[in-house]
């Protein structure tokens, strides 16, 4: 057995395991499920992580994350960084979980607030590039470190950032599939963002194909089994 085959036999091993799947919690529950100390660490680095991968794909230039269209857009008309419109439109977001009554968590108001923190420094840092390979490497960098940056906040199992908690708040009370609640909102957020000036091109298209798919193979590295998992 090759070294390919034992990792991917690894990866269905964990993908399989009934301790590295994800818990329904609420709020307090989240907190008294134990491992903290490894679960809000993960968290934070996850939520770091994903700022970087925002600011990669900006810098890409060929299209950002449906939900960044939006705050592209926003940002052009308003005084307002890039960064400080992702906190922002997060805290209007979460205004709309009150009438869903929807639960925020530990990990809900550190996404709302720590991923608007580090992006717009990770732009700034992130040098801007010319040529169309640089420039896809950035997006598929970007890309790829998204998915794994959503797969280590999620996997710590501390609640769902504002718009992700939107999405299953929405499908829950509505009684729809929450692919297509999730389709309906990023087509309308992309809209929006496009119009007041966002930029829409094939990373955007790319991100909504493919982020699925890759949060879901690291999933089941990153997801901390809870105190009292058997």
Not at 144 to 153: D, F, P, Q, R, V
Request: aromatic residues 4%; positive net charge; hydrophobic residues 55%.
């Amino acid at each position: 057995m090759n070294a390919v085959t034992m990792t991917a036999e690894r990866a269905r091993a964990r993908a399989a395991d009934p301790r590295r799947q994800l818990t329904r919690l609420g709020p307090l529950d989240q907190l008294r499920a134990g491992r903290l100390a490894r679960r809000v660490p993960q968290l934070l680095v996850g939520l770091v992580l994903y700022g970087v991968s925002m600011a990669l794909l900006v810098r890409g230039t060929l299209g950002v994350m449906p939900w960044d269209v939006l705050h592209q857009g926003v940002a052009r008309h308003l005084p307002l960084t890039f960064g400080q419109v992702v906190i922002a439109v997060s805290v209007v977001v979460l205004l709309l979980w009150i009438p869903i009554r929807q639960a925020p968590g530990l990990g809900t108001i550190a996404n709302a607030v720590l991923i608007g923190l580090v992006v717009d420094p990770a732009i700034a840092m992130v040098p801007e590039v010319e040529g169309l390979p640089a420039r896809a490497a950035l997006v598929v960098a970007g890309l790829l470190l998204n998915g794994a940056a959503t797969a280590m906040y999620i996997g710590a199992q501390l609640g769902p950032g504002p718009r992700d908690g939107l999405m299953t708040g929405l499908a829950r009370r509505t009684g729809r599939s929450i692919r297509l609640v999730r389709t309906s909102l990023e087509v309308a957020v992309v809209l929006l963002g496009w119009a007041l000036g966002g930029v829409l091109g094939i990373a955007t298209v790319a991100y909504a194909l493919l982020i699925g798919p890759i949060t879901q193979a690291m999933l089941p590295w990153f997801v901390v089994p809870l105190e009292g998992d058997s």
